[in-house]
């Protein structure tokens, strides 16, 4: 139903910043929740943040918040992750994803909620 392609990844020194895109193709965007992931060498993926439909509410995980930015432009079916003063630990492959639903209850912080995702795309954060 959708196809979400990454990008913007890199390589970036520690307190540097860097914005991650995720495009989205094939699906009426404004439907799904959106969401990021990461997922570091031999960790498990983890929840990073999410974004409603309409982009009206935003959450995060505790170790993101305050330094990352999640938004989305549903005119452009387009999400965005925007990483400020990142840390080393912020090394991952960072990993786009969707849902369709018809109601939004609790935010979705786990992989299992989402369908849909991206490729990824490799942040590597330099100390």
């Known amino acids: 139903q959708v196809q979400l392609v990454e990008s913007g990844g890199g390589l970036v020194q520690a307190g540097g910043s860097l914005r991650l895109s995720c495009a989205a193709s094939?699906?009426?965007?404004?439907?799904?929740?959106m969401g990021w992931f990461r997922q570091a060498p031999g960790k498990e993926r983890e929840f990073v943040a999410t974004?409603?439909?309409?982009?009206?509410?935003?959450y995060y995980a505790d170790s993101v918040k305050g330094r990352f930015i999640i938004s989305r432009d549903n005119a452009k079916n387009t999400q965005y992750l925007q990483m400020n003063s990142l840390k080393p630990e912020d090394t991952a492959v960072y990993y786009c994803?969707?849902?369709?639903?018809?109601?939004?209850?609790?935010?979705?912080?786990?992989?299992?909620?989402?369908?849909?995702w991206g490729q990824g795309t490799q942040v590597t954060v330099s100390s």
């Open positions: 094939g699906s009426t965007f404004s439907s799904y929740v």
């Open positions: 974004i409603r439909r309409s982009g009206s509410s935003t």
């Open positions: 994803a969707a849902v369709a639903v018809t109601s939004e209850l609790a935010f979705r912080t786990t992989p299992g909620m989402y369908r849909y």
